[in-house]
C-alpha cells in the first residue's frame, strides 16, 4: 500500500464515520457541524490525491510503519 492509498483509505473511514452518526446526533446545529467537518475532511482528501499525485509519491508503506 502506498502512503497515498492509506491516507485516502483513513480518511474515507473518517468521512464514512460521519455519515454514520449524522442522523442520530442531537441537534440541528450538531448535525450542521458534522455536515460542515465532514466536507472539510473530503477536501483535504482531494487535496492530499491531488499533490500525491503531483509529487508522484508512491512509497510503499512498511507494514510495521503502519
Known sequence: ???KDY???KLNEII????DIY????SEETAEEVYLDKWHI???RDDCEK??????N???I???DR
Not at 16 to 19: A, G, H
Not at 51 to 56: A, N, P, R, S, Y
Open 42 to 44: 473530503v477536501d483535504l
Open 23 to 26: 442522523d442520530y446526533l442531537p
Open 16 to 19: 464514512q464515520i460521519y455519515d
Open 1 to 3: 500500500m502506498t502512503h
Open 62 to 64: 512498511d507494514s510495521d
Open 51 to 56: 499533490v500525491f499525485d503531483e509529487t508522484g
Open 7 to 9: 491516507v485516502t483509505k
Open 58 to 60: 508512491t512509497k510503499v
